[in-house]
T-cell receptor, first 112, second 114 residues
Framework: ETGVTQSPTHLIKTRGQQVTLRCSSQ?????VSWYQQALGQGPQFIFQ???????GRGNFPPRFSGLQFPNYSSELNVNALELDDSALYLC???????????FGEGSRLTVL | AQSVTQPDIHITVSEGASLELRCNYS??????LFWYVQSPGQGLQLLLK??????LVQGIKGFEAEFKRSQSSFNLRKPSVHWSDAAEYFC????????????FGAGTRLFVKA
């Protein structure tokens, strides 16, 4: 039990639509990271928020955006969905700017 | 560019046999190093981590890993594998590059045969 919960667990969208994925972290975890994990691949870093500001980003286009809220929840938004966006999206949180990540179980997105 | 390499896509070992999963990283300085495990349909769970100090670190579930600076490696080991260890294992490095981020390798899937 990591104390990180994600919703929804599964969802299906069509190409061109928009999606919002949500994450609730443990109290005190002021850093949240989002990862995309395609089938058979390792998690790919999308971006990270520290105290509600983005402080790191991977090689993902601007249509991937996020928010972090003061209550330790966060969102990942993806606009103009493409078929290749189909993946497991993982949220992970931690205390401070370094150290181990605590992962949620992910949201599996299928884009048709 | 920084990278994490896990050379073995999958490994099969017999229950009770020893295990070593390989990990190499490419980074100018000594990064923070981690091993995570992912069971099917689950999120990732931390097995162990190395930040500094003793280069042999102990983790949960009987796993250990050794940091070798000269080889840029952080291999995971277990002396006796149990059937419940079958899962996907990810090596990861934490580093400062425009903010602190954790980068994962592609993973090694472990199969355990009776």
């Amino acid at each position: 039990e990591t104390g990180v919960t994600q919703s929804p667990t599964h969802l299906i969208k069509t190409r061109g639509q928009q999606v919002t994925l949500r994450c609730s972290s443990q109290s005190g975890h002021n850093t949240v990271s989002w990862y995309q994990q395609a089938l058979g691949q390792g998690p790919q870093f999308i971006f990270q928020y520290y105290r509600e500001e983005e402080n790191g980003r991977g090689n993902f286009p601007p249509r991937f955006s996020g928010l972090q809220f003061p209550n330790y929840s966060s969102e990942l938004n993806v606009n103009a969905l493409e078929l290749d966006d189909s993946a497991l999206y993982l949220c992970a949180s931690r205390v401070g700017n370094t150290g181990e990540l605590f992962f949620g179980e992910g949201s599996r997105l299928t884009v048709l | 560019a920084q990278s994490v390499t896990q050379p073995d896509i999958h490994i099969t070992v017999s229950e009770g046999a020893s295990l070593e999963l390989r990990c190499n990283y490419s980074y100018g300085a000594t990064p923070y190093l981690f091993w995570y495990v992912q069971s099917p349909g689950q999120g990732l769970q931390l097995l162990l981590k190395y930040f500094s100090g003793d280069t042999l670190v102990q983790g949960i579930k009987g796993f250990e890993a050794e940091f070798k600076r000269s080889q840029s490696s952080f291999n995971l080991r277990k002396p006796s594998v149990h059937w419940s260890d079958a899962a996907e294992y990810f090596c990861a490095v934490g580093l400062y590059t425009g903010g602190f981020k954790t980068i994962f390798g592609a993973g090694t899937r472990l199969f355990v045969k009776a």
